[in-house]
């Protein structure tokens, strides 16, 4: 089985401090060697076209295979100018939405205010509801008070809201196996 903790930006430490505190929770429900971290920043990701799979460059095909490949997600994004990044969207742009459906999804996000929160509910969710995924009904969302100054995550409520969401997404993941396992 394999688990992708998804960085859904280009830029920011945030995400990523979310994603390591998320991934300490998951370890008491996964094993460590089926969680992998993938930061969209470490690819060479082109802009989606329509064209097929096999003409993007390595480092997006590499990208697509992996995502396609995987068994379940934890998409962290940041929330920019009201909207998910557009790197994110483009992720989702490029992979075939047969290959995330009933496959569990669970989310985090990070903004500027507390109303953007609205961002996970108006674009991602109908997006991740598209690819017929499991979406947990627990996502997580913070801001910048959250954080130290050095971008550590302080707030032990988050750290408890995270823990929750790695064991709900748990559930998910078992019954989405149970689910593709008797089509």
């Known amino acids: 089985m394999k688990i992708l903790l998804i960085n859904g930006t280009i830029t920011g430490e945030k995400t990523k ?3 390591k505190e998320v991934e300490k929770q998951l370890m008491e429900w996964i094993p460590s060697n089926e969680i992998q971290p993938l930061y969209l920043e470490d690819y060479d990701m082109q ?3 329509g064209r097929s799979k ?14 396609e490949a ?23 742009d490029l992979v075939s939405p ?31 509801d598209y690819f017929r995924c499991l979406t947990t009904p627990n ?15 302080i707030d032990e409520d988050v750290k408890n809201r995270l823990h929750e969401l790695s064991y709900v997404f748990s559930k998910y993941l078992k019954m989405s196996q149970d689910m593709i396992h008797n089509q």
């Open 17 to 19: 401090v979310l994603l």
């Open 47 to 49: 802009f989606a076209d």
């Open 139 to 153: 996502y997580v969302y913070t801001h910048s008070g959250h954080f130290s100054h050095t971008k550590e995550l």
């Open 70 to 92: 995987a068994d379940g997600y934890i998409i962290a994004t940041p929330v920019f100018q009201g909207s998910i990044p557009g790197a994110l969207k483009n992720m989702f």
């Open 98 to 128: 047969k290959s995330m459906r009933y496959k569990p999804v669970a989310i985090i996000g990070n903004g500027g205010t507390f109303q953007h929160h609205l961002v996970i509910e108006n674009q991602l969710k109908p997006i991740l």
């Open 54 to 67: 096999e003409d993007y460059n390595d480092d997006t095909v590499h990208l697509i295979n992996q995502i």
